[in-house]
């Protein structure tokens, strides 16, 4: 009964090392992008879901009545 509890921990110590090693992995590929280029894809994914059309350079196609990009957290209801 003993080397059941031994092979739990020691299974649990791998699961542990095995998530702390995908997650700096993860960690690492979202830190090699610059803030402009996670906004820019930010951007073209939610274009994607409101099925905007692309633009002839690529880039979607901004809708001035719907883009919120240019409002500051300060312009937003409820903030001081």
């Not at 031994?6 to 921990?9: D, Q, R, T």
């Not at 299974?11 to 830190?31: D, N, P, S, Y």
């Not at 633009?55 to 957290?73: F, N, Y």
């Given at each position: 009964?003993?080397?059941?509890w031994?092979?739990?921990?020691l299974?649990?110590?791998?699961?542990?090392?095995?998530?702390?090693?995908?997650?700096?992995?993860?960690?690492?590929?979202?830190?090699h992008?610059?803030?402009?280029?996670?906004?820019?894809?930010?951007?073209?994914r939610?274009?994607?879901?409101?099925?905007?059309?692309a633009?002839?350079?690529?880039?979607?196609?901004?809708?001035?009545?719907?883009?919120?990009?240019?409002?500051?957290?300060e312009?937003?209801p409820?903030?001081?």
């Open positions: 009964m003993r080397i059941i031994k092979l739990l921990g299974a649990g110590v791998t699961g542990v090392a095995a998530t702390g090693a995908v997650i700096a992995r993860e960690e690492r590929k979202r830190q992008y610059t803030a402009d280029e996670i906004r820019t894809r930010l951007h073209q939610y274009d994607e879901a409101l099925g905007r059309p633009s002839a350079d690529g880039e979607l196609e901004r809708d001035p009545q719907h883009d919120h990009a240019d409002r500051h957290v312009d937003l409820g903030t001081s």
